[in-house]
């Protein structure tokens, strides 16, 4: 009984001192998750270097002075990333706004997404919708939902466009105006393929409520959308940080055209443009809408010109986009073009 009783105390020991050490650690673990939660709420810095251009870091510059806006950025919600931060302290919501609210239907063939993923894409495609009605006086309860549907196999997606478009098939995902849904071939889905979806469930709310819209328009908040993340009620957006250095290469060396000659670029211009130059169009219509989505002043021209898209399509017509900006940007386009490149030089 006395070897049992030393092996019940040393075991005691061990458990007493094992017990110190776990408290030890978890006391040490929660003060780290103290610090690290105090330093994300409260050390985000703004400040403007030599050449006027706009930063944002965890740490205050030496040299320069900034601005701690860690309490704008809870606030208003407005960062993806320490390094993609997007100002939108503009914005300033109508008097009496009430959140939109629209039915997103996800049907997927062959293809499984858990429950976390299903209510991520619900929720961003949901803030789409929200930033259209916020911003464009989109519809608060569209007639119509948002429908998706995702395939697990190439044959059958092939043949679903086969059979619903008059033959024409493709093989990227795509919003197809026909049949008013946004068709995926279904992969895991990454960062890459949800922009992806992003970008097209942003084609079928636009569609929602015009047939036809200028691709400047239609094409460059797409690809603004395609970087958004829903966290509660709260819209976070991002930017292309290598289209950002693209186009402040595009300023400085030049070769970026005033802001009424890219307007004055039809649909059909677009479409038949080599690759190379579609591809540029993206990019300069993402920065257009981006550097217009800034400013309240930018957001209230992008409504302006909506209000005046009508079904008779006359934008279409040689000049008739431009003019439309021309109207409702305070300005005109002088001072739209300016604004523009200040805002690339400016990232």
Same mark, same amino acid.
């Given at each position: 009984?006395?070897?049992?009783?030393?092996?019940?105390?040393?075991?005691?020991? +061990?458990?007493?001192?094992?017990?110190?050490?776990?408290?030890?650690?978890? #006391?040490?673990?929660?003060?780290?998750?103290?610090?690290?939660?105090?330093?994300?709420?409260?050390?985000?810095?703004?400040? !403007?270097?030599?050449?006027?251009?706009?930063?944002?870091?965890?740490?205050?510059?030496?040299?320069?002075?900034?601005?701690?806006? #860690?309490?704008?950025?809870?606030?208003?919600?407005?960062?993806?990333?320490?390094?993609?931060?997007?100002?939108?302290?503009?914005?300033?919501?109508?008097?009496?706004?009430?959140?939109?609210?629209?039915?997103?239907?996800?049907?997927?063939?062959?293809?499984?997404?858990?429950?976390?993923?299903?209510?991520?894409?619900?929720?961003?495609?949901?803030?789409?919708?929200?930033?259209?009605?916020?911003?464009?006086?989109?519809?608060?309860?569209?007639? +119509?939902?948002?429908?998706?549907? !995702?395939?697990?196999?190439?044959?059958?997606?092939?043949?679903?466009?086969?059979?619903?478009?008059?033959?024409?098939?493709?093989?990227?995902?795509?919003?197809?105006? +026909?049949?008013?849904?946004?068709?995926?071939?279904?992969?895991?889905?990454?960062?890459?393929?949800?922009?992806?979806?992003?970008?097209?469930?942003?084609?079928?709310?636009?569609?929602?409520?015009?047939?036809?819209?200028?691709?400047?328009?239609?094409?460059?908040?797409?690809?603004?959308?395609?970087?958004?993340?829903?966290?509660?009620?709260?819209?976070?957006?991002?930017?292309?940080?290598?289209? !950002?250095?693209?186009?402040?290469?595009?300023?400085?060396?030049?070769?970026?055209?005033?802001?009424?000659?890219?307007?004055?670029?039809?649909?059909?211009?677009?479409?038949?443009?080599?690759?190379?130059?579609?591809?540029?169009?993206?990019?300069?219509?993402?920065?257009?809408? #981006?550097?217009?989505?800034?400013?309240?002043?930018?957001?209230?021209?992008?409504?302006?010109?909506?209000?005046?898209?009508?079904?008779?399509?006359?934008?279409?017509?040689?000049?008739?986009?431009?003019?439309?900006?021309?109207?409702?940007?305070?300005?005109?386009?002088?001072?739209?073009?300016?604004?523009?490149?200040?805002?690339?030089?400016?990232?």
């Amino acid at each position: 009984m006395k070897g049992i009783d030393n092996r019940i105390l040393v075991k005691s020991q +061990r458990d007493k001192l094992a017990d110190h050490r776990l408290c030890l650690l978890v #006391s040490c673990l929660l003060f780290m998750s103290l610090f690290y939660c105090e330093t994300l709420q409260s050390e985000i810095f703004k400040w !403007v270097d030599d050449q006027g251009r706009v930063h944002y870091s965890e740490e205050a510059p030496m040299q320069q002075q900034s601005e701690d806006v #860690s309490g704008k950025l809870e606030a208003v919600g407005n960062f993806f990333k320490f390094d993609e931060v997007v100002d939108v302290n503009w914005y300033v919501p109508p008097a009496g706004y009430q959140s939109a609210e629209v039915k997103i239907n996800i049907d997927l063939i062959n293809y499984e997404l858990s429950y976390e993923d299903r209510i991520g894409i619900e929720n961003s495609v949901a803030g789409i919708y929200e930033s259209y009605a916020r911003w464009f006086d989109w519809p608060q309860s569209p007639k +119509r939902d948002i429908n998706i549907k !995702v395939f697990g196999q190439y044959d059958e997606f092939e043949k679903y466009q086969l059979n619903k478009n008059n033959g024409h098939s493709t093989s990227r995902s795509h919003y197809s105006r +026909r049949r008013k849904e946004v068709v995926m071939l279904g992969t895991e889905f990454t960062r890459t393929t949800l922009s992806v979806l992003y970008h097209e469930a942003s084609h079928a709310i636009m569609h929602m409520k015009y047939r036809s819209t200028p691709n400047w328009l239609n094409e460059g908040l797409a690809e603004c959308f395609e970087l958004i993340q829903m966290k509660g009620e709260k819209i976070f957006m991002a930017y292309k940080l290598a289209w !950002v250095e693209k186009m402040k290469h595009k300023l400085r060396e030049g070769s970026l055209q005033p802001v009424e000659y890219y307007l004055n670029i039809s649909n059909k211009q677009w479409r038949a443009a080599p690759a190379r130059v579609e591809n540029s169009y993206y990019m300069i219509a993402w920065s257009l809408m #981006s550097a217009m989505l800034s400013s309240q002043e930018g957001i209230d021209s992008l409504r302006a010109v909506f209000s005046n898209l009508n079904s008779s399509g006359w934008w279409k017509k040689d000049g008739g986009l431009a003019a439309l900006f021309a109207d409702s940007y305070p300005g005109g386009l002088t001072k739209l073009d300016g604004d523009w490149r200040r805002w690339i030089e400016s990232r």
